[in-house]
């Protein structure tokens, strides 16, 4: 197994027509499993997957997307709900979000794929390693975890959109289009997400099974998945490593920590690439 690293730092699917804007990247929109799925793709390079987290969209990625953009062909979905896309269900889980994602690669005709997900993204990304071990090459995952503890569980479940300070607001309204409607579907997502007792639920046995060698990258004051948690991860992923930064927060690679993590990042995906695990 590789060693784990501690540094200090203070589908049912058809594609519409692409939409091409003079400048910045590629957009498209696809029609998957009941929704419309809004897709944007940048460099140039062997494929990369960005999964956003939880409120996220295209952008969330943004302050990474320069350097891996030089090194990378960038595909970069908006989850259901999220941003561009829609969702007429209402729901959300982190499993049908894998299949959404699986959808998407197949209209884009790509077989396999290294990826980069942060929390809700990393936790499709591991329903996409074990449901189908030959999609995913190798991946990164940021603040993910493998349960939510029942403090989390019950903190979550006492928020909703009104319990949002005023600068969320304003943030969300920028990243989703659709308004306060949209905003507050979100909102509700990620309770309901906490409530389910099968989807946000990796056993070691299950982790066990994950084939795609695996970086594990997690902030030490991550408030709802401990330390612990990503250590026990990378105990049960048998090709992982493990980057734990102190003081770091839920996704702790979007500041100052930016830099390092890209190195680290370029230097991980480029070493575990070629040909995808055969399930």
Same mark, same amino acid.
């Given at each position: 197994?590789?060693?784990?690293?501690l540094?200090?730092?203070s589908?049912?699917?058809?594609m519409?027509s692409?939409?091409?804007a003079?400048?910045?990247?590629?957009?498209?929109?696809?029609s998957?499993?009941?929704f419309?799925?809004?897709v944007?793709?940048?460099?140039?390079?062997?494929?990369?997957?960005?999964?956003?987290?939880w409120?996220?969209n295209a952008?969330y990625?943004e302050?990474l997307?320069?350097?891996?953009?030089a090194?990378?062909?960038?595909i970069?979905?908006?989850?259901?709900g999220h941003?561009?896309s829609t969702n007429?269900?209402?729901?959300?889980? =982190?499993?049908?979000?894998? +299949?959404?994602?699986m959808? #998407? @690669?197949?209209?884009l005709?790509?077989?396999?794929v290294r990826a980069l997900?942060a929390?809700a993204?990393a936790?499709t990304?591991?329903?996409m390693?074990?449901e189908?071990p030959t999609?995913?090459?190798s991946m990164i995952l940021?603040g993910?975890?493998?349960h939510?503890?029942?403090?989390?569980?019950?903190s979550?479940?006492?928020?909703?959109?009104?319990s949002y300070?005023?600068?969320w607001?304003e943030?969300m309204?920028?990243?989703?289009p659709?308004?306060d409607?949209?905003i507050?579907g979100?909102?509700a997502m990620?309770p309901?997400?906490a409530a =389910?007792?099968?989807?946000? +639920?990796?056993?070691p046995? #299950? @982790?066990?099974a994950?084939q795609?060698p695996?970086?594990?990258v997690?902030g030490?004051?991550?408030w709802c998945?401990p330390?612990?948690?990503?250590?026990?991860?990378?105990?049960?992923?048998?090709?992982?490593?493990l980057?734990?930064?102190?003081?770091g927060?839920h996704?702790?690679?979007?500041g100052?920590?930016a830099?390092l993590?890209?190195?680290l990042?370029?230097e991980?995906l480029?070493?575990?690439?070629?040909?995808?695990p055969?399930?």
């Open positions: 197994m590789i060693p784990i690293i540094l200090s730092l589908l049912q699917c058809g519409t692409p939409l091409q003079q400048e910045g990247p590629e957009v498209r929109v696809y998957i499993n009941g419309e799925m809004y944007e793709i940048s460099g140039h390079g062997e494929p990369l997957l960005l999964v956003h987290g409120s996220g952008d990625f302050p997307l320069e350097e891996l953009s090194h990378f062909r960038l970069i979905p908006e989850l259901r941003g561009r007429p269900s209402g729901s959300f889980t =982190t499993r049908q979000a894998a +299949a959404d994602v959808a #998407v @690669l197949d209209s005709g790509i077989d396999h997900g929390s993204g936790l990304l591991m329903h390693a074990l189908d999609v995913i090459e940021v993910s975890g493998t939510f503890r029942p403090a989390c569980k019950a979550l479940a006492e928020t909703d959109a009104d300070p005023p600068e607001w943030v309204r920028q990243r989703h659709r308004g409607e949209q507050r979100i909102a990620l309901e997400l =389910t007792e099968d989807d946000v +639920a990796f056993t046995e #299950v @982790l066990g994950i795609a695996t970086f594990i997690h030490d004051s991550d998945f330390a612990s948690m990503a250590a026990g991860m990378h105990d049960a992923i048998p090709d992982s490593r980057w734990v930064l102190p003081e927060e996704v702790p690679i979007l100052e920590s830099s993590f890209l190195e990042a370029v991980f480029q070493q575990n690439r070629g040909s995808p055969q399930g």
